[in-house]
């Protein structure tokens, strides 16, 4: 090996933790979850939509369709904050 060469060695730990939650707890997170995955989802299809939208040379539409999808993320963490 030559001098001016590095070896970058890193150490990686995994932790692997078992839950056992109880049910209003399980049902909870797992509201969370499909909330998420629809989220998701939704960003993900716009996301698609969108580069079709600007290869074809329309993108004020893509910016208005991404200001709305996130006013909407908002009003519905404002509700969720207001439940809680």
Do not use: F
Request: net charge positive; glycine share 2%; charged share 30%.
């Amino acid at each position: 090996m030559h001098e001016d060469q590095t070896i970058d060695s890193k150490i990686v730990l995994k932790y692997r933790y078992r839950l056992y939650p109880a049910r209003d707890q399980a049902a909870a997170l797992e509201t969370s979850l499909q909330a998420s995955r629809r989220w998701w989802n939704a960003l993900v299809s716009l996301n698609r939509h969108a580069w079709r939208l600007i290869e074809s040379g329309k993108e004020a539409t893509v910016r208005n369709r991404v200001c709305e999808a996130m006013r909407k993320k908002k009003l519905v963490a404002q509700r969720a904050a207001k439940v809680n």
